[in-house]
């Protein structure tokens, strides 16, 4: 007797014999114990996963000469005949080789005729995808009120295909892939049963080539026994698929858990001298830096199926969760683009480097235990008087939120004694009432809430020899504490080019700067009359330059006996469109005007949505406009004056340079960037409306 193939050899018999597909087979195995059979059964799933084997087994469940059952006896000679593929009621038909409609109507003839042997006649069609649409729809009938004799099983590997009218007519089932570890299995269940001796790690590279298929496994290790000779070895079946040994891989990741460039160069010059595809290399590393994670995670959940759970864990003890995924996501994107290299080895080379190259340093680890001094490191800061009445919820939000820097605000009840060598802060006195106020309101009540009853403190003055004057505009500004001059928050504010509020707020002081000079050194008596907050408002505009920059009102209407093409502009601003067809209005220019008759040209590079609809709408809106029929004639072409849209731009430059050149010529701006040696962003300058 001629040799069988594995693949044919173990074919599954009997839903038992079936490996995986659980979820499919409960549903045919309670349908044919109760009773509740469909006429129309579609398997699909990728090669390899048992849809034909399926098909055949419930083929076989369904004309079993014992009866309809789950558990066909396998011993009839309808069970026999299904087995080896000569059942006459057992229509198998190749989809890919007949999808001509004369096909399927010569197999659909037949279905009115009684099965021969059997109880059912059963249709199985394979790829039937591969059918045409004139097959499909002659199919549709048919398969939707079939005769009670008939049962139709369908199976394809792209189930996209099928139109949506036959997938409506079917129970479908889809058949999942195969992992390594079921593919493992049932090898391991076939060698045993064929005597032939393996090794486990080889059985694992099988499972993996495999790629979830389970004839492609049984194939595979058909050629494995035939290189191999009397037994399956690791070494055998990594040179027969032409992959690497699993060792190599590992060296690598052991270079670089040590970050040694050496190490990992010499471990690729090593691999190199078996030719390997670093595509496949890069994979495999991969998965291994899968595996550590996994045993950074939950060491438990790494089993030593692969024969590596040593390595594992051993790499997992020496790498950090940054490093693992640093890797595994420069492979990832290394993987990708490998293809782009000059060759692939000097890629795989710049992959390893750059996990080297971009691997964190310096990252310190949470200790386990409180470092050494750090309970007393704070033995220079005063200690804080811990109060015996509780504190309120906003004192202890506020203690949690901020911390407190030199200069803040203190409640006076808290205040200490301040030398008399030192500089007395101004404070702002508070009723005796009004402190019982404060003192019996409720904890809830914010800090905010309260800061008319606290202490502004302000730190030393540096000696003399550091201070710096304040210029004279911002020394008056703070003075007579007056509010900036109209337009000038059009820039953004001041505090983006220093950390202090020169807008009038009188009880804040955010910065440690000269101020507290200026507030500590009382005014003259006079100084309040003689200096004029008028004196540092910027110049004003000339009246020529106001008309520019101001929003123009609304224009009277123009006359349709006096329409010139100047006034095109006017015009259209007068006609308030938007939209598409606006756009297509600001970018018109007006050719001519006689009479009723308007000529426009719309410019050549702002036509792309441009059609006779929009002409209809605008010459509409200049009949409403003017009050008579208006006609209209567009055309495209360059244009050869100012346009609405052109016209909008130039002023908001014209604007945009105003704000900007009014801003750097206030003197107290200048002041500012003077004192600070700030810049000004012209960038964040906007005039006002824009």
């Given at each position: 007797?001629?040799y069988?193939?594995?693949?044919?050899?173990?074919?599954?018999?009997?839903?038992?014999?079936?490996?995986?597909?659980?979820?499919?087979?409960?549903?045919?195995?309670?349908?044919?114990?109760?009773?509740?059979?469909?006429?129309a059964?579609?398997?699909t799933?990728?090669?390899?996963?048992g849809?034909?084997?399926?098909?055949?087994?419930?083929?076989?469940?369904?004309?079993?000469?014992?009866?309809?059952?789950?558990?066909?006896?396998?011993?009839?000679?309808?069970?026999?005949?299904?087995?080896?593929?000569?059942?006459v009621?057992?229509?198998?038909?190749?989809?890919a080789?007949?999808?001509?409609?004369?096909?399927?109507?010569?197999?659909l003839?037949?279905?009115?005729?009684?099965?021969?042997?059997?109880?059912?006649?059963?249709?199985?069609?394979?790829?039937?995808?591969?059918?045409s649409?004139?097959?499909?729809?002659?199919l549709?009938?048919?398969?939707?009120?079939?005769p009670?004799?008939?049962?139709?099983?369908?199976?394809?590997?792209d189930?996209?295909?099928?139109?949506?009218?036959?997938?409506?007519?079917?129970?479908?089932?889809?058949l999942?892939?195969?992992?390594?570890?079921r593919?493992?299995?049932?090898?391991?269940?076939?060698?045993?049963?064929?005597?032939?001796?393996?090794?486990?790690?080889?059985?694992?590279?099988?499972?993996?080539?495999a790629?979830?298929?389970?004839?492609d496994?049984?194939?595979?290790?058909?050629?494995?026994?035939?290189?191999?000779?009397?037994?399956?070895?690791?070494?055998?079946?990594?040179?027969?698929l032409?992959?690497?040994?699993?060792?190599?891989?590992?060296r690598?990741?052991?270079?670089?858990?040590?970050?040694?460039?050496?190490?990992?160069?010499?471990s690729?010059?090593?691999l190199?001298e078996?030719?390997?595809?670093?595509?496949?290399?890069?994979?495999?590393?991969?998965?291994?830096?899968?595996?550590?994670?996994?045993?950074?995670?939950?060491p438990?959940?790494?089993?030593?199926?692969?024969g590596?759970?040593?390595?594992?864990?051993?790499?997992?003890?020496?790498?950090?969760?940054?490093d693992?995924?640093?890797?595994?996501?420069?492979?990832l994107?290394?993987?990708?683009d490998?293809?782009?290299?000059?060759?692939?080895?000097?890629?795989?080379?710049?992959?390893?480097?750059?996990?080297?190259?971009?691997?964190?340093?310096?990252?310190?680890?949470?200790?386990?235990?409180?470092?050494?001094?750090?309970?007393?490191?704070?033995?220079k800061?005063?200690?804080?008087?811990?109060s015996?009445?509780?504190?309120s919820?906003?004192?202890?939000?506020?203690?949690?939120?901020e911390?407190e820097?030199?200069?803040?605000?203190?409640?006076?009840a808290?205040?200490?004694?301040?030398?008399?060598?030192?500089?007395?802060?101004?404070?702002?006195?508070?009723?005796?009432?009004?402190?019982?106020?404060?003192?019996?309101?409720?904890t809830?009540?914010?800090?905010?809430?309260?800061?008319?009853?606290?202490?502004?403190?302000?730190?030393?003055?540096?000696?003399?020899?550091?201070?710096q004057?304040m210029?004279?505009?911002?020394?008056a500004a703070?003075?007579?504490?007056?509010?900036p001059?109209?337009?000038?928050?059009?820039?953004?504010?001041?505090?983006?080019y220093?950390?202090?509020?020169?807008?009038?707020?009188?009880?804040?002081?955010?910065t440690?700067?000269?101020?507290?000079?200026?507030?500590?050194?009382?005014?003259?008596?006079?100084?309040?009359?003689?200096?004029?907050?008028q004196?540092?408002?910027?110049p004003?505009?000339?009246?020529?330059?106001?008309?520019?920059?101001?929003?123009?009102?609304?224009?009277?209407?123009?006359?349709?006996a006096?329409?010139?093409?100047?006034?095109?502009?006017?015009l259209?601003?007068?006609?308030?469109?938007?939209?598409?067809?606006?756009?297509?209005?600001?970018?018109?220019?007006?050719?001519?005007?006689?009479?009723?008759?308007?000529?426009?040209?719309?410019?050549?590079?702002?036509d792309?949505?441009?059609?006779?609809?929009?002409?209809?709408?605008?010459?509409?809106?200049?009949?409403?406009?003017?009050g008579?029929?208006?006609?209209?004639?567009?055309?495209?072409?360059?244009?050869q004056?100012?346009?609405?849209?052109?016209?909008?731009?130039?002023?908001?430059?014209?604007?945009?340079?105003?704000?900007?050149?009014?801003?750097?010529?206030?003197?107290r701006?200048?002041?500012?960037v003077?004192?600070?040696?700030?810049?000004?962003?012209?960038?964040?300058?906007?005039?006002?409306?824009?």
């Amino acid at each position: 007797m001629s040799y069988q193939v594995l693949a044919r050899k173990w074919r599954p018999r009997t839903f038992k014999e079936l490996v995986g597909q659980v979820h499919v087979l409960q549903a045919l195995v309670n349908a044919l114990d109760n009773d509740r059979l469909h006429h129309a059964y579609l398997f699909t799933g990728t090669r390899g996963v048992g849809k034909t084997t399926i098909a055949r087994i419930l083929a076989k469940c369904l004309n079993c000469e014992t009866g309809v059952t789950s558990e066909p006896c396998g011993e009839c000679d309808s069970c026999r005949e299904i087995d080896e593929g000569r059942f006459v009621d057992l229509i198998e038909v190749d989809a890919a080789s007949r999808t001509r409609l004369e096909d399927t109507k010569e197999l659909l003839d037949n279905v009115q005729y009684a099965p021969t042997r059997g109880r059912f006649k059963v249709y199985l069609i394979d790829e039937v995808h591969m059918l045409s649409t004139h097959s499909f729809n002659a199919l549709l009938k048919t398969l939707e009120e079939p005769p009670p004799h008939i049962k139709f099983l369908l199976a394809t590997t792209d189930p996209h295909k099928l139109p949506i009218t036959i997938l409506s007519r079917c129970l479908q089932f889809s058949l999942k892939n195969m992992p390594p570890e079921r593919v493992v299995g049932h090898l391991q269940n076939v060698l045993d049963g064929e005597h032939i001796s393996y090794e486990l790690p080889a059985l694992w590279q099988l499972g993996r080539a495999a790629d979830g298929s389970m004839r492609d496994a049984l194939s595979l290790t058909d050629q494995a026994i035939a290189y191999c000779g009397e037994g399956l070895t690791n070494q055998g079946v990594t040179a027969m698929l032409g992959t690497i040994d699993q060792a190599q891989v590992y060296r690598v990741l052991d270079a670089l858990a040590d970050g040694r460039p050496r190490a990992v160069l010499d471990s690729v010059s090593e691999l190199s001298e078996h030719s390997p595809d670093y595509v496949a290399v890069l994979a495999d590393m991969l998965s291994a830096l899968h595996r550590v994670a996994l045993a950074q995670a939950l060491p438990d959940v790494v089993d030593n199926s692969q024969g590596d759970r040593e390595q594992i864990l051993n790499l997992a003890g020496r790498m950090t969760a940054e490093d693992v995924q640093l890797y595994y996501q420069t492979g990832l994107i290394g993987r990708r683009d490998l293809p782009l290299s000059p060759d692939p080895r000097s890629g795989f080379e710049m992959v390893l480097l750059r996990m080297l190259a971009f691997r964190p340093d310096g990252i310190p680890t949470v200790p386990e235990q409180p470092l050494p001094g750090s309970d007393s490191g704070n033995e220079k800061q005063a200690p804080r008087e811990v109060s015996s009445a509780p504190e309120s919820k906003a004192e202890v939000r506020e203690d949690r939120e901020e911390p407190e820097p030199s200069g803040s605000l203190d409640a006076p009840a808290q205040q200490e004694p301040v030398s008399q060598t030192e500089p007395q802060p101004q404070s702002v006195e508070v009723p005796a009432q009004e402190q019982e106020q404060v003192a019996q309101e409720p904890t809830e009540v914010l800090e905010a809430e309260r800061q008319p009853a606290e202490t502004i403190e302000v730190p030393p003055s540096p000696a003399p020899s550091q201070q710096q004057p304040m210029p004279e505009p911002v020394e008056a500004a703070v003075a007579a504490n007056d509010a900036p001059p109209p337009g000038f928050y059009d820039a953004p504010p001041l505090a983006d080019y220093a950390n202090v509020d020169m807008g009038g707020y009188e009880n804040e002081v955010r910065t440690p700067i000269d101020v507290d000079s200026l507030l500590n050194e009382p005014p003259a008596p006079s100084q309040p009359e003689t200096v004029e907050p008028q004196a540092a408002t910027p110049p004003e505009p000339s009246a020529q330059h106001v008309e520019e920059i101001e929003p123009e009102d609304e224009k009277e209407k123009i006359a349709l006996a006096g329409l010139q093409p100047q006034n095109w502009i006017d015009l259209s601003q007068g006609l308030r469109m938007g939209g598409v067809t606006g756009a297509i209005v600001s970018n018109c220019e007006m050719v001519s005007a006689a009479g009723n008759k308007m000529a426009l040209r719309l410019d050549s590079e702002h036509d792309t949505l441009y059609n006779d609809n929009h002409r209809m709408r605008i010459e509409q809106a200049l009949s409403d406009y003017f009050g008579e029929k208006i006609a209209l004639d567009i055309q495209t072409g360059v244009v050869q004056t100012e346009t609405p849209s052109a016209w909008r731009e130039r002023r908001r430059r014209e604007r945009l340079e105003a704000a900007r050149r009014s801003f750097h010529t206030d003197e107290r701006v200048q002041a500012i960037v003077e004192a600070f040696s700030g810049t000004i962003l012209d960038h964040t300058i906007e005039p006002v409306g824009s």
